[in-house]
């Protein structure tokens, strides 16, 4: 089983629906990342958090650490959201290394 | 500013060949990463410098891969001996300090042949 679970593997929806990446961990960390990845492009951070919730524009970040439980939101989904999201964490033992996940690949069609 | 820059973009090589892949953190920036990203499979730590202590090296897949990080700023990794299984995109991130947000850089495409 892997320390970090993503789901869904694949997301496909309407533009303007609303979107849930739902990341989940089993190990104890000190901060979690959510990365974006465009087809052919580069990973550019889109959040780090350790508790609460953080938003940027259409997006929102959310971690419950007693659940070990991290969500990422996208309101009013357009077709330039579509890439792979991946969520990473930091764990607290050994090093400031990055554990991620498999990562989601979302699909908005106009 | 400028970001991570990597070099270079693509590379090609034949099996048995020896290849550097080259990182520019941002300037300022004291901490250090490479990953690698293979066909399909999601990214997996390589390396990590932090200042002038020593590199976490935990996630390097073999002896053949070795990295520095000269004067505190540009890194060369280097993979000896390239396998067909070295193919993937290696990607370098750098951040202010171990606890802060990282800056990818557009990735070396490798391919061995």
């Known amino acids: 089983k892997n320390e970090v679970e993503q789901s869904p593997q694949n997301l496909t929806a309407q533009e303007g629906e609303f979107i849930t990446i739902n990341c989940s961990y089993s190990?104890?960390?000190?901060?979690l990342h959510w990365l974006q990845q465009h087809p052919g492009g580069g990973i550019v951070s889109l959040f780090m958090l350790s508790s609460g919730k953080k938003k940027h524009g259409r997006l929102i970040a959310t971690i419950n650490i007693q659940e070990k439980h991290s969500s990422l939101h996208i309101t009013a989904s357009h077709p330039r959201d579509s890439a792979v999201y991946i969520c990473?964490?930091?764990?607290?033992?050994?090093?400031?290394?990055?554990?991620f996940g498999q990562g989601t690949r979302l699909t908005i069609n106009p | 500013g400028a970001g991570v820059s990597q070099s270079p973009s693509n590379k090609v090589t034949e099996k048995g060949k020896d290849v550097e892949l080259r990182c520019d953190p941002i300037?300022?920036?004291?901490?250090l990463y490479w990953y690698r990203q293979s066909l399909g499979q999601g990214l997996e730590f390589l390396i990590y410098?932090?200042?002038?202590?020593?590199?976490?090296k935990s996630g390097l897949p073999s002896d053949r891969f070795s990295a520095e990080r000269t004067g505190g700023s540009v890194s060369t990794l280097t993979i000896q001996r390239t396998q067909q299984e070295d193919s993937a995109v290696y990607l370098c991130a750098s951040s202010l300090g171990g606890n802060n947000e990282q800056f990818f850089g557009p990735g070396t495409r490798l391919t061995v042949l």
């Open positions: 990473a964490v930091r764990l607290i033992q050994g090093a400031q290394k990055l554990v």
């Open positions: 410098f932090q200042g002038n202590s020593a590199p976490d």
């Open positions: 300037s300022g920036h004291t901490a």
């Open positions: 190990v104890g960390i000190s901060a």
